[in-house]
T-cell receptor
Framework: AQSVTQLDSQVPVFEEAPVELRCNYS??????LFWYVQYPNQGLQLLLK??????LVKGINGFEAEFNKSQTSFHLRKPSVHISDTAEYFC?????????????FGTGTRLKVLA | GAVVSQHPSRVICKSGTSVKIECRSL??????MFWYRQFPKKSLMLMAT?????????EQGVEKDKFLINHASLTLSTLTVTSAHPEDSSFYIC???????????????FGPGTRLTVL
């Protein structure tokens, strides 16, 4: 069965420090990978996505992620965080066959940026 | 980009009443829409998948008669919570995608969510 694991439920980090949010998935088929950010009482905003091609993906707000097929990982990184990056981050995998794709979400990681 | 709206953003209702939430794709035709439920500080739980013109496919454990989903057009899906009770209070999020639009790559586009509070 396919699954997505976000090992860290909370990650505190000081402002201007680097951060890595981890995401591992299990799937026997090709997947599309996504990172979303959610601010309180809001919907999900796409940060970046891996569909194919280059394994290093750059997204909005200075975030990037690297797809590692051998380790089945898609970790999210930012070299220098801001207070405004405090939010919930979700990793998602889109799986399925033609016409019936679904997302599997990780449990989320709460990033708290400290002043 | 692709924009999805939800209405209302917040709703408070009395126990026993029914509440309808609308999800609209504003700039594309959504062949498939999804409904999620999110509990506080939790991840999104997929409730059902709906394809335009056909019955919704519900996830295991989701009551079909409780959560009625209608996808009557390529731009509108509705979720009706029937005879709502306090335990139905939650954050409901819809998403939409199009298998026919090149470049969407099975990506889902999310609405802003609806906060339902049942008193």
């Amino acid at each position: 069965a396919q699954s997505v694991t976000q090992l860290d439920s909370q990650v505190p980090v000081f402002e201007e420090a680097p951060v890595e949010l981890r995401c591992n998935y299990s799937s026997s088929v090709s997947v599309y990978l996504f990172w979303y950010v959610q601010y309180p009482n809001q919907g999900l905003q796409l940060l970046l996505k891996y569909l194919s091609g280059s394994t290093l993906v750059k997204g909005i707000n200075g975030f990037e992620a690297e797809f590692n097929k051998s380790q089945t990982s898609f970790h999210l990184r930012k070299p220098s965080v801001h207070i405004s990056d405090t939010a919930e981050y979700f990793c998602a995998v889109s799986i399925g066959t033609s016409g019936t794709y679904k997302y599997i979400f990780g449990t989320g990681t709460r990033l708290k940026v400290l002043a | 980009g692709a924009v999805v709206s939800q209405h209302p953003s917040r709703v408070i209702c009395k126990s026993g009443t029914s509440v309808k939430i609308e999800c609209r794709s504003l700039d594309f035709q959504a062949t498939t829409m999804f409904w999620y439920r999110q509990f506080p500080k939790k991840s999104l739980m997929l409730m059902a998948t709906s394809n335009e013109g056909s019955k919704a496919t519900y996830e295991q454990g989701v009551e079909k008669d409780k959560f009625l989903i209608n996808h009557a057009s390529l731009t509108l899906s509705t979720l009706t919570v029937t005879s709502a009770h306090p335990e139905d209070s939650s954050f409901y999020i819809c998403s939409a995608t199009s298998a026919e639009r090149e470049g969407f790559y099975n990506e889902q586009f999310f609405g802003p969510g609806t906060r339902l509070t049942v008193l």
